[in-house]
Structures are given as structure tokens and as C-alpha cells.
């Protein structure tokens, strides 16, 4: 990756690189030949616009040169208007002529309204929030260019959910029947409403896109300049290259790494695939299974902290918890997927009887001279400054700065035309997650001002009669419903707006059951059941079954749930609550990369591995199974939310119980296992995530050590000469 360096000249800074995927490039680019092709002049253009945006917005971060509304409608405007030059109205217009006219004028009228709109709020609110006729055009174009904006790189989906949002509230939901029914609002309201307000477009997606988000995406693709993809890859191969399975290992190793700089399946499966899944057909691998792993192992990449794309900063704005604590509490569960995926991984590889690779002369030394140093003092630098309390904005830039020196340590220094080439490729990164956050907000401004998540949490609660389990099932059933044509940012934000609310009560209700059983409710607590339960009365205040606390609390009304749970759970359970129902969510958002019919991540680890692309889609999903598992085990045990000690245990019974689950879909260990033994293990596997006594844990993880020594003693006795 490294380019000899030397004065910064525009018109031969610039060589032909391929933009950085973001996390929610998943659907913009599954037709590469979208994204219109520049040369010569207008391509330097584009450079040099790239690169002012990505300084603007590095400055703005250090300086608060601008409201946070004035910087919202700049980014909006920005990468609007790169957002239409970039990518066609039509595949058939990339060289026409006339399209590129269309699409400059379009671009600028779209970039133009927005900063117009941040001078005119005084205006606006001088006028007793009038609008006058350059207000309404303005916002029209940009409502508009937001539409036909995502249209072009995300397809029909979060269009139809925009227009549909929009008329909702000014036309038809007067006519739903039920709790949907919504009286209106006048379309002027609606029109500010969809701007100004603290969700709308230039609201707080928005904020978070224009901060943390780009500047994370500009972090990762300084480290991708400075060679640290390719140490990654080199580091998985010192380390697991010799392993049974290496090659899948490698993999998982590789793209659970590379997830810290990127944190998008997609690309992560594009970068690290392209070396990975050759090296596990080479290996004996069959085609579909290497690019399952390849595209399992990827989607882990936006669960492994720090970056965690786009997600993980908004879900530290919906919860109000600190961006360090979401990432530290992140930590434990993405290492347990990952572990899953590589017994998936092992266990394939003794099915087949897969041999070990030879050695290809890779150690942690040549690993580390290749670009150890731009990876992992810019990494720990980060998670420093965040452990000390600096805002991720501040973090993000001076990680920025730090792998720039210490590229100059590795064999790839980075020069004023690298630096210029990682500002280039970030923005470019960044163009679909930055229209697609700022379009979002139009949606998510209906969802609040019609109260409709509140509704939807009482219909899933309602639905799920008062069952964690069932409402979880419900909710990924909506994840994958809406997987299939948002991208998983979006689809976070839609189900976290409509149903967190729901997950988190029933989550911080086992404390109150806990509190019913053991008869301390306390006052307050007893006077409300009183309300639902008058003919219970004698039982409050005495110590009961489970069974009886818990059909009392999930047949509570929500009029006396609600105030039951501000009374009795502490804030910090209810915070642990919160923030377990949201990443709950954020795991199950995942499931549309590995999940047919939709898979990108799968998709695009087959057009690799060439392999059929359902075949590929299916074994990914199996491969992924960490993502409904691992969210069970937040769900009903403090994995998240208990002492280091308690997430410790948990994490270890944990992966005797996810290798369990491995052994019994794939049906061996070390050797095949019998429909008994793998019915054993599954079982076992079960007890080991379940919140059980820990006796009992210990016993299953026993069994499936001595399943496992069976099976290595028979494979071992097979293979001794007679």
C-alpha cells in the first residue's frame, strides 16, 4: 500500500482508489458500476471537495466554529451534493452528458436549501414560524433531494418509509382505525417540524452523523492508507495459520480486527475476503462454507469495539450512556461471537479430516514490522483517551494524528499524498451513511411527534404477554422483516425508536418480580398492585413462588406497570435495562447480512468464493448463530449489566455453551457425533448460556468436556496404525 512520497501536487496526488465502505454501504453497492466514474479534471475536483469536507468537519471538531444546526445542514449539504455527482439518477446516464448536468444542478439546489435554512430559523421564528415562499422551497428541496438521494443508494425502501411517515401525519392517519388513529398536523408544521425539530433532519442523527460517525470513518480509512489491513491480515496468519481450519481462523481473526478499523460487513468481507476465502478453498474448504465464514466472521466487524460503525453512536444518543461505557460493556459479548464462529470453523475442518496448512514462513515479528505500529498505537491511543474521559470527537482526530506518526515506523510511511488519498477515500466512506442518517431523522420525527413508538412498545408487551423470550422473537422477526431493504444502521434506528422502550420494561422487570418474591416492594410498590390486584391484597408484602410473581407482573396494565418499575428499580438497573434492550436490537440488526433472502455481507463473500449465492447465504446463517444466542444470554443473565466477576463467568460458561450449540448443528467435535451425542451436546450447550444454578452449569460444561475427550480419544485411536 505504500507510495513514495513526496510534495503535494493536485493533479498527481490522485490515483484511482476504491471508496471505504461504511456500514450502511450494504445495499448502496451491490451493483459496482452505480457509482459514476470521473477523470482528469472533474476527478480532482472531486478529490479536492472530498478533502475539504473531511478537513471542515476535522476543524469543526476541535473549533465550534458553528451551531450545531448550521453544522448539521452543512454536512447534509456536502455530501448531498457529492451524493448526486457520485451516484446517477439512472444506471443508464453514467456517461450522458445531459445526466451530469441534471445532477450538478440538482446537487447544488440541494446544498444551497440547506445552508439557506439554517439562516432563515430567526427568521422563521421572527415570523411566529410562518413560512414565506423561499422557506417552502427550500425544504421541499430538500425533502426531496433526501428521497431521491437514498432512492439512488438504498433502493425503494427508506423512500417509501419516508413519504408513507410524512403523509401519516398530514393526510391518512386520521382514517386509521385503533391506537394508529392520528388526527394530523398542517402540512406548514409538518414542513418545520421536518427540519427544526430535535429528530428531524438536521436534528440529533444528524449531529451524530456530522461528529462521530465521519470522523471515525476517516480514522479507519487512515489506518487502511497506513497498512494496517495488511498487517491484520498477517498477524491472523501468524497466528492461526498453522491451526486446524487456520485458514477459517484466519478469517475470523482477520475480520474481527480489521472490524476495529471499518466496522462494516460488507467492506470488511470485500478486504479481508479477497485473501481469506482463496486460502480456505485452497485448504479443502468447500466454496460455500468459506464464504460463510468469511461473511459470519464480517458481520461480527460491527460488533467488535471500538468503532462498531454507526450504531454504537446512536445508540449512546438514544440511551444517554457514555459512548466508553457502551464500548467496554461491548467487548465480552463480540469475543463470544467470534469464538463461535471459529468452532464452527474447527469442527468443519475435523468433519472433513482437514489437514493443518503448512507453514508459509509468517510470524508475529514480520507481522509486526509490516504495520504493527499504525494499527495498534492509533487503537490503544484511542481506548486510552476514551478510558480518560475525551469526547470520541476529540479521540477519533487525535487517533487520526497518531497513525499518520506512526505509519512512519512501518514500511509504508504515510506522506502528504497518502494523507491527502485517506481524506479522499473517508469521505468517499462516508457519502451513504451521511445522506441516509440525515433522511432517517424524517422518519424518526413522525415516529415521535405521533407517538407511535410508545404504541408499537405497548403492542409488542401486549403481543409478547409480558414474555422476555416472545419479545425478542417478535422483535427479530421486525429485524429481519426490515432487513431485507434498510440498511442495518436504519434498521437499528426504526426498531430501538419502536421497541426499546417495550424490551427494556420487560428486562427491568425481573428485578421487580425479584422484589415480589421476596415480599420487599416497599409501600409505594404494594399501593399500586392494590390498583390491579384487589382481591390478591393478602399475598403483597409476603414472600411467593416465581411462578406466581411472574403471572402478577405480566398481567399488570401498563398504567400500573409503568409506575410499579419508577418505584421500585433502582436507576442503575434501570439504566443496565436500557442499555441491554439496545444492544439486544443492535444485535438483531446484524442478522440481514448472513440472512436470505437479503445477505450483502453473504452475497458478496460468494461472488469471491464463487459460489452459488443461497447456498453461501444459508451456511452464513448458520455460522451467525451467536447473533440470536448471545442476545438470550443478555437478555436473561447480567452479561452486561453484572460485576466483572459475574460478566467473567458468564463469558466462560458461555463458550463451552456456544461450542456445545456448534457440535450439536454441525454434528461432530473432534470425530462425528451419533444423533444421541449431538442431542447431549446441543442439550448442554442450552444449560451452559441459560441462567441456571451454577452447579448446574458446571455439570454441562463437564459433559461437553467429556464429550469432547471422547470424541478426541476415538478420532486418536482411528488414527493409530493397527
Known amino acids: 500500500m505504500g507510495h513514495p512520497n513526496g510534495p503535494l501536487f493536485l493533479a498527481k496526488a490522485i490515483t484511482p482508489m476504491p471508496a471505504l465502505p461504511s456500514d450502511d454501504q450494504d445495499t448502496s453497492n451491490a451493483d459496482p458500476h452505480t457509482q459514476r466514474q470521473f477523470s482528469g479534471l472533474p476527478d480532482h475536483l472531486i478529490a479536492a471537495l472530498c478533502t475539504l469536507t473531511a478537513l471542515a468537519h476535522i476543524y469543526v471538531a476541535f473549533v465550534p466554529a ?21 451516484h446517477p439518477m439512472t444506471p443508464k446516464r453514467y456517461a450522458s452528458k445531459a445526466g451530469l448536468a441534471f445532477d450538478l444542478i440538482f446537487g447544488a439546489a440541494v446544498a444551497i436549501s440547506a445552508i439557506y435554512l439554517t439562516f432563515a430559523e430567526n427568521m422563521i421564528y421572527d415570523r411566529g414560524v410562518k413560512l414565506i415562499t423561499r422557506d417552502w422551497i427550500a425544504i421541499i428541496i430538500c425533502v ?12 425503494l425502501v427508506i423512500p417509501v418509509l419516508i413519504i408513507l411517515a410524512l403523509s401519516y401525519v398530514g393526510f391518512w392517519g386520521r382514517y386509521v382505525p385503533g391506537v394508529f388513529s392520528f388526527p394530523g398536523l398542517s402540512w406548514e408544521a409538518i414542513a418545520f417540524r421536518s427540519v427544526y425539530g430535535d429528530d428531524a433532519m438536521f436534528g440529533t442523527i444528524a449531529r451524530i452523523s456530522s461528529t462521530y460517525v465521519f470522523l471515525f470513518i476517516i480514522f479507519g480509512a487512515f489506518l487502511l492508507r497506513s497498512g494496517a489491513g495488511d498487517f491484520v491480515v498477517s498477524l491472523a496468519r501468524a497466528i492461526a495459520g498453522r491451526m486446524v481450519g487456520g485458514p477459517g481462523i484466519v478469517a475470523v481473526i482477520a475480520s474481527g480486527l480489521t472490524g476495529t478499523i471499518s466496522g462494516s460487513a460488507v467492506a470488511n468481507t470485500a478486504s479481508t475476503g ?25 458481520t461480527g466487524g460491527q460488533l467488535m469495539p471500538p468503532i462498531m460503525g454507526a450504531g454504537a453512536f446512536v445508540m449512546a444518543s438514544f440511551t444517554q450512556i457514555s459512548y466508553e461505557v457502551i464500548i467496554a460493556t461491548a467487548a465480552l459479548p463480540a469475543l463470544l461471537y467470534f469464538l463461535s464462529v471459529a468452532f464452527f470453523v474447527r469442527i468443519e475442518a475435523k468433519r472433513l479430516n482437514l489437514p493443518p496448512m503448512p507453514d508459509n514462513g509468517e510470524t508475529l515479528a514480520s507481522a509486526f514490522r509490516k504495520g504493527g505500529a499504525s494499527f495498534l498505537l492509533p487503537i490503544s491511543l484511542l481506548i486510552g483517551l476514551l478510558m480518560a474521559g475525551f469526547t470520541p470527537s476529540y479521540a477519533a482526530v487525535f487517533g487520526i494524528c497518531t497513525v499518520v506518526v506512526a505509519s512512519w515506523l512501518t514500511q509504508t510511511p504515510m506522506g502528504p499524498r497518502a494523507i491527502f488519498e485517506a481524506l479522499v477515500m473517508g469521505t468517499k466512506g462516508m457519502v451513504m451513511t451521511a445522506v441516509l442518517l440525515c433522511a432517517v ?53 426504526v426498531l430501538a425508536t419502536l421497541s426499546a422502550p417495550a424490551l427494556a420494561g420487560l428486562i427491568a422487570d425481573r428485578f421487580v418480580i425479584d422484589a415480589l418474591m421476596a415480599g420487599t416492594l416497599g409501600e409505594t410498590g404494594n399501593a399500586l398492585l392494590l390498583f390491579a390486584i384487589p382481591d390478591q391484597a393478602a399475598l403483597l408484602g409476603q414472600p411467593m413462588s ?11 396494565p401498563f398504567e400500573i406497570a409503568a409506575p410499579l418499575r419508577d418505584s421500585v428499580v433502582p436507576h442503575d438497573v434501570m439504566i443496565s435495562a436500557i442499555l441491554s434492550a439496545h444492544m439486544i436490537i443492535f444485535w438483531l440488526s446484524q442478522d440481514s447480512n448472513v440472512t436470505p433472502p ?38 436473561f443473565t447480567p452479561f452486561l449489566s453484572g460485576d466483572w466477576g459475574e460478566m467473567l463467568r458468564i463469558f466462560g460458561f458461555g463458550i463451552f455453551g456456544v461450542y456445545g450449540i456448534a457440535a450439536a448443528l454441525q454434528g461432530c467435535m473432534e470425530t462425528p457425533l451419533n444423533w444421541p451425542l449431538r442431542l447431549c451436546a446441543g442439550a448442554a450447550g442450552a444449560v451452559c448460556i441459560w441462567p441456571l444454578a451454577i452447579g448446574f452449569q458446571t455439570i454441562a460444561a463437564l459433559a461437553i468436556i467429556l464429550l469432547f475427550y471422547i470424541s478426541y480419544k476415538r478420532g486418536h485411536d482411528i488414527s493409530q496404525p493397527p
Open 598 to 635: 437479503v445477505a450483502l455481507a453473504a452475497f458478496t463473500a460468494a461472488a469471491i468464493a464463487k459460489a452459488p449465492a443461497m447456498a453461501t447465504g444459508f451456511t452464513s446463517w448458520k455460522l451467525a448463530k451467536g447473533l440470536y444466542i448471545i442476545p438470550l444470554m443478555i437478555a
Open 546 to 556: 416465581y411462578d406466581a410473581a411472574s403471572t402478577i407482573i405480566r398481567g399488570l
Open 66 to 86: 458553528l451551531s450545531e444546526l448550521e453544522r448539521n445542514a452543512a454536512h447534509f449539504a456536502a455530501f448531498g451534493f457529492l451524493a448526486a455527482l457520485l
Open 144 to 155: 426531496l433531494g433526501a428521497i431521491e438521494l437514498t432512492r439512488r443508494l438504498t433502493g
Open 441 to 493: 431523522g424524517l422518519v424518526v420525527n413522525v415516529i415521535a411527534t405521533a407517538g407511535i413508538g410508545n404504541t408499537f412498545s405497548l403492542m409488542i408487551a401486549s403481543w409478547a404477554g409480558g414474555n422476555l423470550f416472545i419479545a425478542i422473537a417478535l422483535i427479530a422477526l421486525a429485524s429481519l422483516i426490515l432487513g431485507m431493504g434498510l440498511p442495518v444502521t436504519a434498521a437499528y434506528i
Open 274 to 298: 479477497v485473501i481469506t476465502i482463496p486460502l480456505m478453498k485452497r485448504a479443502g474448504f468447500p466454496a460455500k462454507f468459506a464464504g460463510g465464514v468469511e461473511a459470519a466472521a464480517s
